[in-house]
């Protein structure tokens, strides 16, 4: 799809979604927990037929809460894996999602739409994966309103939609070789939440209705297969306690993690929730012997080396951030957050040879990932640094596009038309931005 279709579908999205008292929130984009997501979902999107083209995202909300509204994307509230006790009610959940997905209720819904702003509302994923900062950590993205009626509308599926998705999330799970009771164990957490006005219920409520009915018919869906022997489910509950650990250190009081961390799944676990706790309090000291011992642990681990170079470049140690994101790279050449950091590490040394390498990573970077508005920031950047002033207005003005900030999209978008080569490919995009900012308002 051209750019301007997307940026389009993301920019009418937030044009609906701005007019709503709508509470805002983002992503939060981290490769470790990303990383570890997916891998907990691959067996379950593999049974659904599905595959490694779906993605699971947190979003930044700490209610408990997960949807879907496209069919690439499943979308889990940080409140809710917070608040998960192990791999398997998480794999429940992206299991119904699934289902969803693969049930065809998401293109229902879009044949159903009855107006052009619902069928913008259609969009949001769209948007709220575009917008989302690449900072990794807890960056945020742009914002999503989550309990406005209109989008308790869009989210919302029927008893029909969860009565189906039960069942064929209970099948995928037993297909996947993963104990269904996971399923009825989240259902539980859930119990008692309609009796609640709806300004106290979970968003889950709203948008998932219960019924005693729902979850008798899911315990017995669970039942049929009692007593069989399920496989070991030891390496998704690590990842499970490695996300959870990682997503709670960051959003969570200092004092809180460190209070607990003792009681980590792992030692590993354990010592980067430590040295997260410490960076964020903040005891540089502390922080970065922390995250030197797990490096040294874990010398092959990525992901550890990507944290190790976040707490150095946000400690302002730029040379051995730049090295340690190169680590990082090298163990995990295509994970386009890595790559975004290693090229904002990169800018920070402010010298000729790391403004040309930033560069690099940062066109790889945004090659895997389109829609990150962190590295569309930094690539700017680093245009304007390499004298490309038609280039790093072109990106200035898709960010700003990505974001919603239309005006200011064409405002920097007509900067490029008059700076980069008519008909060349870089013009053709600035004339996308153009064409979707003076389309939106329609």
Request: glycine share 8%; hydrophobic share 45%.
């Amino acid at each position: 799809m051209r750019l301007a279709a997307r940026v389009l579908a993301a920019a009418l999205c937030l044009s609906v979604i701005g007019t709503l008292p709508a509470k805002a929130v983002g992503l939060l984009r981290d490769p470790d927990i990303e990383h570890a997501l997916n891998t907990i979902a691959s067996p379950i999107l593999n049974a659904a037929g599905l595959g490694a083209r779906v993605k699971v995202l947190v979003v930044n909300d700490q209610s408990l809460n997960a949807f879907v509204v496209d069919t690439d994307h499943i979308f889990i509230h940080a409140g809710l894996l917070a608040r998960l006790e192990n791999a398997r009610q998480l794999q429940s959940v992206i299991a119904h999602e699934a289902a969803h997905i693969s049930n065809g209720h998401i293109a229902r819904r879009m044949t159903n739409a009855r107006t052009a702003r619902t069928s913008a509302g259609l969009g949001l994923a769209l948007a709220a994966a575009a917008a989302a900062s690449g900072a990794g950590g807890a960056a945020a993205g742009i914002a999503i309103g989550t309990q406005s009626s209109a989008q308790r509308v869009l989210f919302a599926h029927t008893r029909a939609e969860e009565a189906s998705a039960d069942q064929a999330g209970v099948r995928y799970m037993v297909n996947a070789g993963i104990n269904p009771d996971g399923a009825v164990e989240v259902i539980d957490i859930f119990r008692g939440q309609e009796a609640l006005s709806v300004s106290r219920q979970d968003p889950y409520t709203r948008t998932h209705p219960l019924s005693q009915d729902r979850f008798r018919a899911l315990q017995g869906f669970a039942a049929a297969y009692g007593g069989q022997a399920w496989p070991d489910s030891g390496a998704a509950d690590y990842w499970f306690a490695r996300a959870q650990g990682k997503l709670t250190a960051f959003t969570r009081a200092p004092s809180w993690t460190l209070r607990r961390a003792k009681s980590s799944a792992t030692d590993d676990i354990r010592l980067m929730r430590e040295a997260v706790a410490y960076h964020r309090q903040p005891d540089v000291k502390k922080a970065v012997a922390t995250i030197d011992k797990l490096a040294s642990a874990r010398p092959k681990d990525p992901y550890v080396q990507e944290l190790r170079a976040q707490i150095l470049l946000e400690s302002r140690n730029f040379p051995a951030a730049a090295n340690a994101y190169g680590v990082a790279v090298s163990l995990s050449p295509k994970d386009p957050l890595i790559l975004g950091g290693y090229g904002r590490a990169l800018l920070a040394l402010d010298t000729a040879d790391g403004n040309k390498r930033a560069l690099a990573a940062l066109e790889k970077a945004r090659s895997l990932d389109p829609y990150s508005s962190g590295v569309l920031r930094d690539l700017g950047m680093a245009y304007a640094k390499a004298g490309q002033n038609g280039m790093a207005s072109l990106v200035t003005a898709e960010r700003y596009a990505l974001t919603g900030r239309l005006k200011d999209a064409a405002l920097h978008a007509k900067r490029a038309e008059g700076l980069l080569p008519r008909g060349s490919a870089p013009w053709q995009r600035a004339q996308d931005v153009l064409t979707a900012a003076k389309a939106a308002p329609k």
